[in-house]
């Protein structure tokens, strides 16, 4: 069996143009658990033959910050949904950022090189890539079970402003 990614690049997850702006803390706390995608959501389902199929074993998630410097940090909380079905937190993770320069010396974006989660899921939730050696790390958890996953990033250090969450699927 051969495993692959259904989309051919990052996509965007989550993304916030200046973090020091006051929006939502908890999905969770939301009321409101209507069927069909929230702003926000990402659906991982598509089309395939006469229905539709979730193509999402795993999720592999990156972050990037403009204005971080090393040693800043970004909290994000990852949600998961299905169709009728409340929001539920996966995870609760802690993004430090390093040297990595997301386009260049010349780039005032970093990439997050290290993760520290804590894990509201039923399964296990990888921190990959990186240890601190100023590379891009990576957090990887098994998607399956869910159809719409979105993001809030909830807390920051630093000097960050303009923030991004991108993913891929397995």
């Not at 997850?13 to 999905?27: A, F, K, N, Q, R």
């Not at 991982?44 to 040693?71: D, H, K, Q």
């Not at 949600?79 to 260049?104: E, H, L, N, S």
């Not at 958890?141 to 250090?157: I, P």
């Amino acid at each position: 069996m051969i495993i692959q990614t259904y989309i051919s690049s990052y996509q965007r997850l989550g993304y916030l143009e200046d973090i020091s702006v006051s929006h939502p803390s908890d999905y969770s706390a939301l009321t409101d658990f209507a069927i069909g995608p929230k702003a926000g959501e990402i659906d991982l389902t598509r089309e395939y033959g006469t229905g539709v199929i979730t193509c999402a074993n795993a999720v592999c998630l990156i972050v990037r910050a403009r204005g971080a410097s090393a040693g800043d940090t970004l909290t994000q909380d990852l949600y998961g949904r299905v169709d009728g079905g409340p929001v539920q937190k996966i995870a609760r993770i802690v993004w430090q950022f390093g040297a990595a320069r997301a386009d260049g010396e010349t780039s005032d974006y970093l990439w997050a090189e290290t993760a520290t989660v804590e894990s509201f899921h039923p399964t296990g939730i990888a921190v990959c890539g990186s240890t601190g050696d100023s590379k891009v790390g990576s957090v990887l958890f098994d998607a399956v079970g869910y159809r719409y996953l979105s993001s809030l990033f909830t807390d920051y250090t630093g000097s960050l402003t303009e923030v991004e969450c991108l993913y891929r699927v397995y």
